[in-house]
């Protein structure tokens, strides 16, 4: 066993040699600049460096994914939106612990690596998500053009004095000769030379994936009126095939017209929110102040009954108090408490019984009838009244006189109707009849 150890030794540093050369050292180094404090607590989660859009690898070869990111509390990764951990029939990536998993590796890609990978960095408030596609090649040596890894942003802007950083990468390949050279350059357009590592420009190249994967920092320090314009990466493998990429480094244009606009459409924004509210604060001030005349209303109203109660009522007249009768129905009909019928009573002594079926189903009949009329007269002495109560009338409410009545709802009612049937006005139009509201008791 001793003599085994340092053979095993040198085996496991090697692999973790491997694993860390290609992980967790990838996402310590060339990070964003700093943030200030407030930038900070405004980004809250970020990610540090940039992140490649596409990878590419032979099968059987060794693979990582990376996503470099900070002040996270959780990170995800999905294959095709499935989480991880992931069956080897989908994919063979693992977590790495010591990249904090900021990496996932493969020993041996599979043709079921294929897909696109995405990691999610949240925090309590904050959720970042970042996507990249793995394309496998059934190939051992690859020969064709560079693919790009990484998509440059095609304008990218920056005030005098400010510090630039561009980045370009590209997948290249390795193939088994010794002189096989792979390059990237830097370029201005316009110039006729590559850019170098100076005083002003700074170059640094970054090569992974076991030298298939080639990129380049463009670092220009505190930039310049001269330094702005059109900037082209290239990218060539051995056989001299080339992939270019552009971007365009400008100042930010300040467009009055369209901030007049904007200016425009958020005080548009303003006054349009600003009198919705007062529409609001003024619409619910309007029911306030009518519900509280309406709760007053009804509360000083002593004739006003439980809308809740709904009185069919009948009306029997003789032609002495036709008019009358047409006033207290329409009296009556104005309030939602009252559905109302009136009835010409007839006092012959057959049609009388006949008033049995045509009370039936209403809660109150009312008779108007003259006292100066001598049928009538004989119908209300006490023994004909109780005779044409309980002899020919269901018992019933039925309202004639509301004097007796005692104090409801009801007999506010009825007393409010007499008075207005007794009004200057009424009796203006009924001088001629001596009439009165008599009861059956």
Aim: with cysteine.
């Amino acid at each position: 066993m001793s003599n085994g150890r340092p053979l095993l030794l040198p085996l496991l540093l090697a692999v973790v040699s491997l694993v860390r050369g290609g992980s967790a050292a990838y996402c310590d180094e060339n990070l964003f600049p700093e943030v200030d404090e407030a930038q900070q607590l405004y980004s809250g989660v970020r990610f540090t460096k940039e992140l490649s859009t596409t990878e590419y690898g032979p099968l059987n070869s060794f693979k990582t994914l990376h996503c470099c990111g900070e002040r996270y509390l959780s990170l995800e990764w999905f294959k095709d939106n499935r989480p991880y951990p992931w069956p080897s029939d989908v994919s063979s990536f693992i977590l790495n612990p010591e990249s904090a998993n900021q990496t996932i590796y493969t020993r041996s890609l599979t043709s079921s690596d294929h897909g696109v990978y995405t990691c999610q960095l949240a925090n309590q408030t904050d959720i970042v998500n970042h996507s990249m596609k793995l394309v496998t090649f059934d190939v051992k040596s690859y020969w064709e053009d560079p693919l790009p890894t990484y998509e440059m942003v095609k304008i990218h802007y920056a005030l005098p004095g400010e510090f630039v950083r561009l980045y370009c990468e590209g997948f290249v390949g390795k193939v088994g000769l010794p002189d096989a050279v792979n390059t990237i350059t830097w370029k201005k357009i316009g110039e006729n030379q590559t850019i170098v590592s100076n005083e002003k420009y700074r170059i640094k190249e970054v090569i992974r994936e076991n030298d298939q994967v080639l990129g380049a920092f463009l670092f220009i320090n505190k930039i310049q009126e001269t330094d702005y314009g059109l900037y082209m990466c290239s990218i060539s493998n051995t056989d001299d095939q080339i992939v270019q990429q552009f971007t365009n480094i400008t100042k930010p244009v300040f467009n009055f017209e369209q901030s007049v606009k904007k200016v425009q459409r958020d005080l548009k924004l303003t006054i349009f929110v600003m009198i919705a509210i007062i529409l609001i604060v003024w619409k619910r001030r309007w029911f306030y102040l009518t519900y509280q005349k309406m709760k007053k209303k009804l509360e000083s109203d002593k004739y006003a009954l439980s809308e809740k109660t709904i009185h069919n009522v009948i009306v029997f007249y003789d032609e002495a108090n036709k008019e009358n009768a047409q006033y207290l129905v329409e009296n009556m009909e104005h309030r939602d408490n009252y559905i109302t019928k009136k009835y010409h009573i007839d006092f012959d002594e057959d049609l009388i019984k006949t008033q049995t079926d045509l009370v039936k189903g209403f809660d109150f009949a009312i008779y108007l009838l003259s006292s100066d009329d001598k049928i009538t007269s004989s119908l209300m002495k006490k023994s004909t009244q109780t005779s044409f109560v309980q002899d020919n009338v269901t018992p019933k409410k039925y309202i004639i006189d509301c004097t007796n009545m005692p104090v409801t709802p009801t007999k506010s009612w009825c007393d409010k109707i007499l008075a207005d049937l007794s009004s200057d006005d009424h009796a203006k139009r009924n001088k001629n009849t001596s009439n009165k509201l008599m009861r059956v008791v």
